[in-house]
């Protein structure tokens, strides 16, 4: 099994340009997740999706959508992206109701100029 | 969601114990204890969690205060693997919530 695997691993894009995150996952779990990790901080949540067809909001969602595609697929989108969202971005899944343990993807390292 | 207070860092010794403690104060009766790491250049990782009675996996044990106010995680033999950012974090077990809240954790440096 892959686990959760993430594409691109690096992007750089200008300021008001769009750019969608991949994530998908082998695990067959139900619930994904998106956090962004700013430089020597911990993770915050962007999104999560507790089952195929649900997205909820989480602590920082402004300036990004997402899309559920599927119980393997939950992708990440920066319609016009700006140099406040330069993070590190992670994908994570689990099993609904196992939340306590999620997996994390290998993270995808933005950089908006 | 409860807050947790934890050092920024420690520093260990290979092949000693490491203590990593964690404050919860504001904890409330469901709200479960979690432990996550974070190596370099990685995701985190699943390492314990635990309500109220002290736990033991193959990776650390969590120690739990008997009022629930704090938590230790114990690595028995400390590695040079080991050496990574360590989270303390609070969810709840009930109403659905499935989000946990990442603080800025623990840098643990394991020395040879």
């Known amino acids: 099994n892959a686990g959760v695997t993430q594409t691109p691993k690096f992007q750089v894009l200008k300021t008001g340009q769009s750019m969608t995150l991949q994530c998908a996952q082998d695990?067959?779990?139900?619930?994904m997740y998106w956090y962004r990790q700013d430089p020597g901080m911990g993770l915050r949540l962007i999104y999560y999706?507790?089952?195929?067809?649900?997205?909820d909001k989480g602590e920082v969602p402004n300036g990004y959508n997402v899309s559920r595609l599927n119980k393997r697929e939950f992708s990440l989108r920066l319609e016009s992206a700006a140099p406040s969202q330069t993070s590190v971005y992670f994908c994570?899944?689990?099993?609904?109701?196992?939340?306590?343990?999620?997996?994390f993807g290998p993270g995808t390292r933005l950089t908006v100029t | 969601d409860a807050k947790t207070t934890q050092p920024n860092s420690m520093e260990s010794n290979e092949e000693e114990p490491v203590h990593l403690p964690c404050n919860h104060s504001?904890?409330?009766?469901?709200?479960?204890i979690h432990w996550y790491r974070q190596l370099p250049s990685q995701g985190p990782e699943y390492v314990i969690h635990?309500?109220?009675s002290n736990v033991n996996n193959r990776m650390a044990s969590l120690a739990i205060a008997e009022d629930r106010k704090s938590s230790t995680l114990i690595l028995h033999r400390a590695t040079l693997r080991d050496a990574a950012v360590y989270y303390c974090?609070?969810?709840?077990?009930?109403?659905?919530?499935?989000?946990?809240?990442f603080g800025k954790g623990t840098k643990l440096t394991v020395n040879p």
């Open positions: 994570a899944s689990t099993f609904r109701g196992r939340s306590y343990e999620q997996y």
């Open positions: 695990m067959n779990h139900n619930s």
């Open positions: 999706s507790a089952s195929e067809g649900t997205t």
């Open positions: 504001t904890i409330s009766g469901t709200d479960y």
């Open positions: 635990g309500l109220t």
């Open positions: 974090i609070l969810r709840l077990s009930t109403s659905g919530s499935e989000k946990l809240v």
